[in-house]
């Protein structure tokens, strides 16, 4: 499968933990977006890399959340001291910017995970 | 304030009857538009994307999209809907007139095809 993968795609933890979550995105986009999708709502855009400089983060994204892609292939995404809140699908999309274009290209989605705080 | 709205939670349909999923836009610029699809614990499935050019596109599963800039609109449709295209369907816009722009997600519509 040469898709987007994310691990794990379902995770439980208790109020108060760190959960860390992976995503690889397809293995030529140099562009990778996390998103939040709670129930019933739309992708809410988080941040994003190209390659592996974070360029831009959402306000949504606290200071609990920390994002890194170091080698400018897969990302994780940690979120420290969970709250009941954050219980939502994390959803990884990546896409390819070729240089010197303005041309926009379609992001590609992975299945997500699915976080419950407890 | 740039935004995109999907005015529809639910859309019911007859199978073999025509379908509708209205979304509607304000942004800045050059409008990209993009429908995307959501299955039962499934990621968005890219459906297909309006740039430039030919106001109606053509996507996969056999949907299209008709973009109208004076109505500032990007509807959804397929001529004869399936049972198997019941899901969760958002719309989606970048902000901004670079590739380097974010793009926003409607609410999202959830459209039910009765057999």
């Known amino acids: 499968d040469t898709g987007v993968s994310q691990d794990p795609r379902h995770k439980i933890t208790k109020r108060g933990q760190n959960v860390t979550f992976r995503c690889d995105p397809i293995?030529?986009?140099?562009?990778l977006y996390w998103y939040r999708q709670t129930l019933g709502q739309g992708p809410e855009f988080l941040t994003y890399?190209?390659?592996?400089?974070?360029?831009?983060k959402s306000r949504l994204l606290s200071d609990r959340f920390s994002a890194e892609r170091p080698k400018g292939s897969f990302s994780t995404l940690e979120i420290q001291r969970t709250e009941q809140g954050d219980s939502a699908m994390y959803l990884c999309a990546s896409s390819l910017a070729r240089s010197g274009s303005v041309i926009y290209n379609e992001q590609f989605f992975g299945p997500g995970t699915r976080l419950t705080v407890l | 304030a740039q935004s995109v709205a999907q005015p529809e939670d639910q859309v019911n349909v007859a199978e073999g009857n025509p379908l509708t999923v209205k979304c509607t836009y304000s942004?800045?610029?050059?409008?990209?538009l993009f429908w995307y699809v959501q299955y039962p614990n499934r990621g968005l499935q890219f459906l297909l994307k309006?740039?430039?050019?030919?106001?109606l596109v053509k996507g996969s599963y056999g949907f299209e999209a008709e973009f109208n800039k004076s109505q500032t609109s990007f509807h959804l449709k397929k001529p004869s809907a399936l049972v198997s295209d019941s899901a969760l369907y958002f719309c989606?816009?970048?902000?901004?007139?670079?590739?380097?722009?974010?793009?926003?997600f409607g609410s999202g519509t959830r459209l039910s095809i009765r057999p």
């Open positions: 989606a816009v970048r902000l901004g007139d670079s590739s380097a722009s974010k793009i926003i």
């Open positions: 942004v800045s610029g050059n409008p990209y």
């Open positions: 890399f190209q390659n592996e400089a974070q360029l831009e």
């Open positions: 293995s030529e986009h140099n562009r």
């Open positions: 309006y740039i430039t050019g030919d106001n």
